[in-house]
């Protein structure tokens, strides 16, 4: 004998129940078989609505019951044949009018109680289970029905009974030993109480009466036929890439559906366990698909973790002084206050201090708790040996299930790991000596980043996933953008790791899409975005919270760079091409990378000196192998070489400045590029990264430039520079008289910094460098006579998007 359960999805129409019939057609072939069926699929809810409307007074409540009886005649009118509609068209009528009459009462009443919120509900099973009888008569089936409550007992406690397991195992055995149908269908989810009144299983227990049921039959097997395939990795609707479980034992599937896996109930597995019948997880939808099979003992996935899963509303509850230590009982008192409000215990935390205790309890019950709580301990709080309870609301718990967690170390550090990285905080962690379970508290608002981030690094062989923001799309960031579009099967292949561009934005209009942004398609897209707005971008970010989450900066934008303190602290990792935030004063330098590293995330900006050269990268590896930086000499203003490499007098030094700029080589303001504040930028960065606290004014700049040429707007700069034509003549002619080159050249020594425009005589490190390269000479305490040389392009979108594309890499890795 087998067992079947199709949930309230797979009864929701005449569609779905003949999906139904056919697998039950099929199942029943050559073996007697009892099917549990729950209420056409939102029909429960909407009973429990009319019971509150009639309560208040509400006369609505009769329109949402015409849709009740609407919903079963039309499915019956749908499955039955018109000869054999009669009886129970009858029959829905006859308990819909038995509704309306308890209906009345309720509205006349004003008085909606647990024990008639169970009768109302349990019309819900007793319909469709009558309807799914009557349509295997019509085929020809051999079916019968039989009321559950006939033979499932349980106590009083309405809307979440407890079963008189030998009673109603004696009662189901005389049952089904003497009944001769092929078919039995039974309405899930209710029983009789011992006086005769309907009560129910809880909410889902139609899972639980046919567990009950199986295992008092001793029944092959049970089969729960739902909308999924099995049991999930994770809760499809929060991780796209969850997996189904093909196999899983008892205990991790209990553990699993008491942290909120909606596939089964959770009590629907002790009944089976005891009896060790093996339980399926289908679907009715797709009958062909493998399922979950829970057993014994499970078959080894190879993975020491067989799935994640949450619960929401939680709240905590913290009882703490320095009365507790030593003193025997408190824990015993605590929970005897909460099992006499009937409060269930989810999580259970206590430090070895015994200083406090800590409980996580669902937040419908946090009120009530409290006042019996603090009621308990009243003496002890007026006398100051304990504090009145603290309630911490708005959490969630997230569980890493698996039995083969057990004598595996290191889980436990891979999974707050993860979690930290990502800037998840964990309130409280409880872990069970089975080594079964590990949960943590986290705030709600973090749930799916966790699970994603926990799912990724547990399930995912293939790739992690990276969720890039990028502002700043002009001529370096679409050439960003073309990168990574050309580059995604590479790094999918090579590194496992997939950049998912989920925002973007210029100076006018933002973009956002958590599937990723089309990156053929994205500059007809943007057309359509939202008004640029960065503290709306920003916040949209925040709010988002994305798991390895990564915010690229290719802007010039002093407010965007004064934004990064407020994404780090979320832990957003950052990239900036912007030179801003790492140039700004000093102390603002230094919160920035101490909050990077205070919330677990990157804050890299490489293009900051030498564009897409391994500048920054190549001290740092100086730095952290024990090596000391004493000078640097280096040209950083790839647009300044290009300009000092064209101008040879025979176009005037205004038009080698404006090819420069047309070429895409100097900043948005070419003065920024001409008087060397942004190679005094560049400088002082690399001074900084070297561990010297420098500010811009400790920067001794020798400007080439007349002051004339710094003054108005940028057209007048052109102007001026051709006014000043002689004076750069001047310049070019003194150098090359003298066999030399004209380089802007910045230099640190020893705490010492200055930038200004030098003669290179050909014997010089700094002579042979063309076009726009850059070149950095450090000389420390192992390169002492021959320096490290870092030489090559110092300017150009393309190098400059490659340098910010690597920093994206670096922090997705």
């Known amino acids: 004998m087998q067992v079947l359960k199709f949930g309230g999805s797979s009864v929701a129409n005449a569609v779905n129940i003949e999906k139904v019939v056919n697998i039950i057609q099929q199942k029943s072939a050559g073996e007697k078989t009892i099917v549990v069926v729950s209420a056409l699929g939102g029909i429960t809810d909407i009973l429990l609505e009319c019971g509150s409307l009639a309560s208040t007074g509400n006369e609505n409540f009769r329109e949402k019951l015409q849709v009740i009886e609407s919903r079963h005649m039309e499915t019956v009118k749908a499955l039955i044949p018109v000869t054999q509609q009669s009886r129970i068209l009858s029959h829905v009528k006859t308990q819909c009018n038995e509704l309306e009459d308890i209906f009345n009462g309720i509205f006349l009443l004003k008085e909606f109680s647990a024990v008639t919120k169970d009768r109302i509900v349990s019309y819900g099973e007793l319909l469709s289970s009558n309807i799914l009888v009557a349509r295997l008569l019509s085929i020809g089936i051999d079916a019968a029905w039989k009321d559950a409550r006939d033979f ?143 057993e014994n003992t499970a078959i080894h996935s190879g993975k020491n973790i067989r799935g994640i899963s949450s619960v929401n509303s939680i709240v905590l509850l913290s009882l703490e002084g320095s009365g507790m230590v030593g003193i025997p009982g408190f824990s015993k008192r605590l929970f005897e206050a909460l099992a006499q409000e009937k409060i269930n215990v989810i999580l259970i935390t206590q430090g070895s201090s015994e200083h406090s205790i800590c409980v996580g309890i669902d937040e419908r019950n946090s009120v009530l708790a409290k006042q019996s709580i603090d009621r308990t301990f009243s003496h002890e709080i007026e006398t100051g040996k304990v504090e009145p309870l603290a309630i911490e609301a708005n959490l969630s718990i997230i569980a890493l299930v698996g039995d083969n967690m057990k004598n595996h170390p290191g ?220 000078r640097i000499e280096a040209v950083l203003s790839g647009t300044l070489n290009f300009v000092f490499n064209h101008y040879d007098g025979t176009k005037s030094f205004a038009e080698v400045v404006q090819e420069a700029q047309n070429q895409g080589y100097t900043e948005p303001d070419p003065r920024l590029d001409l008087s060397g504040t942004d190679v005094m930028r560049k400088i002082m960065i690399l001074a900084r990264e070297s561990g010297e606290q420098l500010e811009m004014e400790d920067i001794t700049n020798f400007s080439f430039m007349p002051p004339a040429c710094m003054q108005g707007s940028v057209e007048d700069f052109y102007k001026e520079m051709a006014n000043h034509e002689a004076h750069f003549l001047a310049l070019y002619m003194a150098a090359k008289e003298a066999g030399n080159k004209l380089k802007f050249v910045a230099s640190y020594d020893n705490g010492k910094a200055s930038v200004g425009l030098q003669q290179i005589p050909p014997n010089h490190d700094l002579y042979h460098l063309y076009g726009k390269d850059n070149v950095v000479l450090f000389y420390t305490n192992r390169y002492v006579e021959q320096p490290l040389v870092v030489k090559g392009a110092g300017a150009g979108a393309e190098v400059t998007a490659s340098g910010v594309f690597a920093d994206i890499i670096r922090a997705g890795r």
Not at 435 to 443: D, K, L, Q
């Open 152 to 294: 499932i007992t349980t106590d009083s406690n309405h809307t979440n009974a407890a079963v008189d397991f030998i009673t109603t195992n004696l009662h189901i055995g005389t049952y089904f030993r003497e009944n001769a149908h092929l078919v039995t269908v039974v309405p899930g989810f209710i029983a009789y109480d011992t006086t005769g009144k309907t009560t129910t299983l809880g909410r889902g227990g139609s899972d639980y009466t046919a567990a009950i049921i199986a295992a008092a039959v001793d029944a092959t097997s049970l089969e729960i036929w739902t909308d999924v395939s099995g049991m999930m990795t994770a809760d499809p609707r929060l991780v796209a890439t969850a997996k189904a479980i093909s196999h899983i034992s008892y205990q991790e599937a209990m553990e699993l559906s008491h942290f909120g896996a909606k596939v089964i109930y959770p009590p629907t597995i002790q009944p089976v366990m005891k009896k060790e019948i093996p339980v399926w997880i289908k679907n009715t939808f797709a009958p062909e698909d493998e399922g979950t099979l829970i």
């Open 411 to 630: 889980i436990s550090g891979k999974m707050f790991g993860a979690l930290g990285r990502n800037g998840v905080n964990v309130r409280a962690i409880a872990q069970g000596s089975s080594e079964r379970n590990i949960s943590a508290v986290i705030s709600r608002n973090d749930v799916k980043k966790a699970i994603n981030v926990l799912h990724e690094e547990f399930f995912e062989t293939t790739y992690k996933q990276l969720h890039l923001f990028i502002v700043g799309i002009g001529n370096v960031g679409s050439k960003l953008l073309a990168q990574i579009h050309q580059q995604q099967t590479y790094l999918r292949e090579h590194l496992r790791l997939q950049i998912k561009v989920v925002g973007i934005a210029n100076s006018k209009k933002m973009l956002f899409n958590d599937e990723g942004i089309e990156l053929v398609t994205w500059k007809e897209e943007i057309q359509e975005g939202e008004p640029m707005d960065i503290a709306a971008f920003i916040e949209i970010i925040q709010s988002k919270n994305l798991r390895n989450s990564v915010f690229a900066d290719v802007t010039a934008n002093y407010e965007i760079a004064h934004s990064y303190d407020t994404l780090l602290q979320r832990s957003v990792s950052i990239v900036a091409c912007n030179k801003i935030a790492c140039s700004s004063p000093y102390e603002y330098y230094k919160k920035l990378k101490d909050l990077a590293k205070e919330y677990n995330a990157q804050f890299l900006f490489e293009t900051n000196v030498g564009a897409g050269l391994p500048v920054i990268g190549s001290l740092n590896d100086l730095l952290r192998s024990g090596d000391q930086v004493n």
